[in-house]
T-cell receptor, first 116, second 114 residues
Framework: GAGVSQSPRYKVAKRGQDVALRCDPI?????LFWYQQALGQGPEFLTY????????KSGLPSDRFFAERPEGSVSTLKIQRTQQEDSAVYLC??????????????FGQGTRLTVV | AQSVSQHNHHVILSEAASLELGCNYS??????LFWYVQYPGQHLQLLLK??????LVKGIKGFEAEFIKSKFSFNLRKPSVQWSDTAEYFC????????????FGKGTKLSVKP
């Protein structure tokens, strides 16, 4: 399809395990965002890419969280040594414009991560 | 720091009732304002947005929102809800001219009884 695609849709990880979450943005979209949505909360910003450059990672909660977008398209959010508080839905969004030029952000369906 | 407050956690209405969902934001500068909707099992979708100009904004599916700068509010309204409007609604803001990352409220779950 033409939308933002995320995989896997669901992930169960044992505490201490590393996980990798994938986002395929809409083709040609310059901006890519990751958000974390805990149960009963709104999405919270994690990090922002403009093409392959990670311009803002101020929302990453700890150094166990790492994101990359090496070729300016697909992005991966990696969480090392997962903990129970990492359980949440991880949302990816992409938009056509770059920094300072607002264009509509389109969201994927998210990856629901459960750490047991 | 920017923040968004949504007053109602869960709203239950009967079909044809009128809807108003409250949203207040905290930010000293110029902001862009958004309402997103998430239908059950689906992804977040943009309902409407306000950047500048007419403070009464019309969106899809008969929704509208009014920006009241003096009250830092951006309430969502619909004159007559339908069962298909059952969803979770999120108010969001970002700084004018910023990279575009959104600050979301906690969301309001709307249940419409047929």
């Amino acid at each position: 399809g033409a939308g933002v695609s995320q995989s896997p849709r669901y992930k169960v990880a044992k505490r201490g395990q590393d996980v990798a979450l994938r986002c395929d943005p809409i083709s040609g979209h310059v901006s890519l965002f990751w958000y974390q949505q805990a149960l009963g909360q709104g999405p919270e910003f994690l990090t922002y890419f403009q093409n392959e450059a990670q311009l803002d990672k101020s929302g990453l909660p700890s150094d166990r969280f790492f994101a990359e977008r090496p070729e300016g398209s697909v992005s991966t959010l990696k969480i090392q040594r997962t903990q129970q508080e990492d359980s949440a839905v991880y949302l990816c969004a992409s938009s056509l414009g770059g920094q300072g030029r607002y264009t509509e952000a389109f969201f994927g369906q998210g990856t629901r991560l459960t750490v047991v | 720091a920017q923040s968004v407050s949504q007053h109602n956690h869960h709203v239950i209405l009967s079909e044809a009732a009128s809807l108003e969902l409250g949203c207040n934001y905290s930010y000293g500068g110029t902001v862009n304002l958004f309402w997103y909707v998430q239908y059950p099992g689906q992804h977040l979708q943009l309902l409407l947005k306000y950047f500048s100009g007419d403070p009464l904004v019309k969106g899809i599916k008969g929704f509208e929102a009014e920006f009241i700068k003096s009250k830092f509010s951006f309430n969502l309204r619909k004159p007559s809800v339908q069962w298909s409007d059952t969803a979770e609604y999120f108010c969001a803001v970002n700084s004018w001219g910023s990279q575009g990352n959104l600050i979301f409220g906690k969301g309001t779950k709307l249940s419409v009884k047929p």
